[in-house]
């Protein structure tokens, strides 16, 4: 039987790598800011793993959730003033189940800045849930079919779009982390300033959140602003 892990190691992450590979199992994802190895492995190869002194845990790679699955509840939703937050020259990371070329977000300018897929590796924005497209439109679209009426929040900010959701609003942890880290790395020359994660986690397990508070950390170093969901999994913690 085959699992898909996350691999914290102290230390020598090229080593494991390698060793992964002579095993015959697939590497999917290395994050060395945090010094985890996503992968594929089997029962053997984690045994064996697990017996070098460089590796300090080994966990299952859980899944996330995305909030809100049913858009339509949101739906004529308004507010009583108007903001003048326009969102001029900035780039607002988005990790989610991609982005849809709306005519909101690509009219006048194309808003979306730069798209990357870890799902099914596609060269073009698309969304194949819903969410994310919904998610950009919030952030980003300058309502010009709906004449002004629905517009985002900075219709003049543009998205970087990594789609780690699939089709049905799932994504592993490991993809997450990945792309975090990416949009931590292209942070100055994209000028992102904001990270947006609508998505929640069903298991709470303090290892998961260790992980993220460190790249979270990364990024408030970087003068990046990290904004998560909260409670609409029913969660209390």
């Not at 990364?218 to 602003?225: D, G, L, Q, R, S």
Request: glycine residues 6%.
């Amino acid at each position: 039987k085959n699992y898909r892990v996350i691999i914290h190691c102290s230390s020598l992450l090229n080593r494991i790598e390698k060793k992964i590979e002579n095993y015959g199992c697939k590497l999917i994802h290395s994050i060395y800011s945090i010094n985890c190895i996503c992968a594929v492995l089997n029962d053997i190869s984690i045994s064996r793993l697990i017996e070098f002194p460089e590796v300090n845990y080994i966990t299952l790679d859980i899944k996330a959730d995305l909030c809100g699955k049913n858009v339509y509840s949101s739906n004529r939703i308004s507010f009583s003033y108007n903001s003048k937050i326009t969102g001029k020259n900035i780039c607002i990371g988005l990790i989610d189940s991609g982005t849809y070329p709306h005519t909101d977000l690509i009219s006048e300018k194309n808003r979306i800045a730069k798209f990357l897929d870890l799902i099914n590796e596609y060269d073009y924005p698309y969304d194949d849930n819903g969410h994310g497209t919904f998610m950009s439109g919030i952030i980003c679209g300058n309502g010009k079919l709906s004449k002004g009426m629905y517009s985002g929040i900075a219709k003049d900010s543009s998205i970087y779009s990594i789609k780690a959701f699939n089709s049905v609003g799932y994504g592993y942890v490991s993809d997450i982390l990945y792309a975090i880290q990416l949009l931590i790395d292209d942070s100055e020359k994209m000028n992102l300033k904001i990270i947006c994660l609508p998505f929640e986690l069903n298991i709470i397990d303090a290892f998961i959140l260790s992980l993220f508070q460190k790249l979270f950390n990364m990024a408030v170093k970087n003068n990046i602003c990290i904004v998560i969901a909260s409670g609409n999994a029913d969660n209390t913690e």
